[in-house]
Every structure is written in C-alpha cells, then in structure tokens.
C-alpha cells in the first residue's frame, strides 16, 4: 500500500511539470514511463516526442525536482529518451513507416538551400533521430558531394536500391546514377517519374524524419513531390535582399497552393562577422523576418555567413559535423530543433494522436 501511495505522489508530482512546447503536463501526455520506486530511490524515463526537443535539458531539472520534493524521496534517476510521433499521414509509396516528411525550398537558386537540408539533416541524426535526405534536385544533384559520397552500396536480395549512408543519414540522390557532369535533359513526365521512384524503389529504413532537398523556383519537381507524398511541411530558405524574398514568396505560396504546412522562413548569410566582431550584412538585413511577418508564418531564424559552411560542403563534411561549436553550427542545430518541435506539436493535434493514457 505505502508503494502505490508513493507512486500516486510521484505522478502527482510530475502531473505538475509541462511539456513547454505542447503546453500539457509529462503525466497526460503520456511522457513517463518505467516507474520504479525501491526504499524512497525512484526512477523512470521521460520520453520525449522528439530526441531533437530543445528544451530536454529543463524538463529533465524540473522533472527530477518536482519529485525530489516528494515527501519520502531519497534519490531521483532520470532516464531521458524520445520517440517521435507520426504526423498520420499515409504514404503508399514509401512501404516502411516515415514518420515526418519536410520539404526545403527556395524560390531561386544561390541561397544556399542544399546546405540547410543537408546540415538540418545531419543535425537531427547527432541527435539520435532516424533521418532520410532525399535530393530532388534531379538537374543539379549536389548532395552526394556535400555529404562526400560518391556511390551506392551494393545492392541486396529485396530489389530495391539501398540508400546510401553518410554521417548518420541515408541518402538518395540520382547524382548516384549518372556519370559526373552528364546533364539530365529531361521533360516533365521523365522528372515525375524519378522522384516516385526515388520514394517507392528505395529501401528506405524506418525513419523518423525524411528531408527533402527541392530544386530551386516552383515547377514540375514540386509538383511531382506533392502528388508523390504527403508533406508534414515545407521549410523556405531566403536571403535577406529584397530580390532574393521576391523568389522565396512564390516559393512560400506554392506550397500553400499544394495544401503543405509552412513551417516557417529561414534566412541564410544574414551576416558576415569579422574578427573583431563587427557584422558585415553583405545581403541586407531582416529579410526573412519581413517574409515571414508578411506571410504569417514563423520565422525560424538566420545563418551567419563563415568560410567553414562552404568548406565543409565542399569536402563533404557539413559544419555540424566539422565545426560544431561555430555560429554556424549553432545556428543550424537550433534550426533543426525548432523544425523538429513544431513537427511534434502538429503531430500530436492529428485525431490518431490525441490519445491521454495516464500512467499508473
């Protein structure tokens, strides 16, 4: 009796803990798990709804300090994990579950939209998600040189093309298929089916989210991947020059037009910092934030500008990887979180996900 009295205090004390970003407490949204209580020492796992959360740090302090002010409780362990939720949508093509899909758009090219893909990517996958990148771009496919492979692994019994993997992602890119430097001439029906095949003849693993690299203005590539897959959401790079937002708009709108989520504006090369701290805005400045105000979408957040970014996509080792404690770096992996975050929220507001399972 005394146990199930403490572990009725115990929850209790985690009922009052919110989940920042969801707005609920861990209890009602189902977040506790493996509850152990032995001689006043408790334990248990907080599971997050994304291992990319922003904010793991606090809800582990508070978790751990709401119960240690439990009445009886010697000692807390807290077990941090995640398990990222599916935004229900039903993707026929893609035979093993992807649970989250994003789209990475520009409305012109030069903005360095690859680079944010592949490093968003990366970023999630150093958090310990299961990531997928996938390159639309199929008349510019950078990719495999940003993410510095050259080829796929050898293919296996199940008739399909494996992804290949780097820094912790699969990837898929036709870059793989085509001699270097061939150009793909191609006219729209060829495209649409490339990218269908890139989502249905792909042994893509289980993943939680797949990101995808959209080439550059609003045609057939877009089109293709929308009738393809269904998107958790789109994700627009611009500079900061009003030329540049122009573009970004109709890359904003277009995925309005196609019934995807915007998530939000990023805005790349914000800034140049010199060493002795004064910035240098070579592009103009508050570009994206105008976007985004005027759009009514939110603005995710800027890039400075650094050497290391283009270095590192140059040798295909992106920035997170090589420089991660650079502005850069720091800048991109806040990105990946806020993307990740606002993908939870939305999942979790879907009808197959609003399920409150106290655990006793």
Known sequence: MTENLSREAVLRALSQVQEPELHKDLVTLNMIRDLQIDD????????????????????????RQAVLAVPGVRSVKVTMDASVPSDGRQRGLLRLPVRNAVAVASGKGGVG?????????????????????????????NLP??????????????GKLPPAVAHG???????FLVKPGQPLIWRG???????RQFLSDVNWGELDYLIIDLPPGTGDAQLSLAQSIPLSGGVIVTLPQDVSLEDAQRGLEMFR???VPVLGVIENMSYLELPDGTRIEVFGKGGGEKLA???KVPFLGQIPMDPSVRAGGDQGMPVVVTAPESAPAAALRSLSEKIAAQLSVAA?????????????
């Open 40 to 63: 006043g020492n408790v334990s248990f796992s907080v599971v997050l709804t994304t291992p990319a959360c922003p904010l793991r740090g606090r809800i582990e302090k508070e978790a």
């Open 113 to 141: 939209k690859s680079t944010v893909a592949v490093n968003i990517a990366v970023a999630l996958a150093q958090s310990g998600a299961k990531v997928g990148l996938l390159d639309a771009d199929i008349y510019g496919p």
């Open 145 to 158: 040189t940003m993410m510095g492979v050259k080829h796929l692994p050898p293919q296996n019994d199940s």
């Open 169 to 175: 992602v699969e990837l898929m890119s036709i870059g």
């Open 189 to 195: 029906p060829m495209l649409h089916s490339a990218i």
């Open 257 to 259: 037009e196609l019934s």
């Open 293 to 295: 105000k005027i759009a």
């Open 348 to 360: 979790l507001k879907t009808p197959d996900n609003v399920k409150i399972n106290i655990v006793g």
